[in-house]
């Protein structure tokens, strides 16, 4: 059974950053591409980045220049560096590990920016 766990979410001033994480676990991580997704109160889960096998990445509009999405095959793990966070950036941050069969989700981390 996959299993996808994120952390590094946290409370952080406006023009502040974080680091989030997702250790992957149940199959093997590298041949699939991975995505960071955040979902606000009120709004439709959207698009943070994205990261292919070979790390080919694409982002949204809003995290481009200021999020970097990687990812470390031996240790499973993707990571979204969030730089200049914006009180706009506040959010349940989501990965997802995609399959040619099936899409998977981890829990979430919450990430709040003040200003």
């Known amino acids: 059974q996959v299993q996808l766990v994120e952390s590094g979410g946290g409370l952080v001033q406006a023009g502040g950053s974080l680091r989030l994480s997702c250790a992957a676990s149940?199959?093997?991580?590298?041949?699939?591409?991975m995505g960071w997704y955040r979902q606000a109160p009120g709004k439709e889960r959207e698009l943070v980045a994205t990261?292919?096998?070979?790390?080919?990445?694409i982002y949204a509009t809003s995290a481009r220049g200021r999020f970097t999405i990687s990812r470390d095959n031996a240790k499973n793990t993707v990571y979204l560096q969030m730089n200049s966070l914006k009180p706009e950036d506040a959010a349940v941050y989501y990965c997802k590990l995609e399959t040619a069969n099936n899409d998977y989700w981890g829990q979430g981390t919450q990430v709040t920016v003040s200003s």
């Open positions: 149940g199959r093997t991580f590298s041949p699939y591409a």
């Open positions: 990261i292919t096998t070979f790390g080919g990445t």
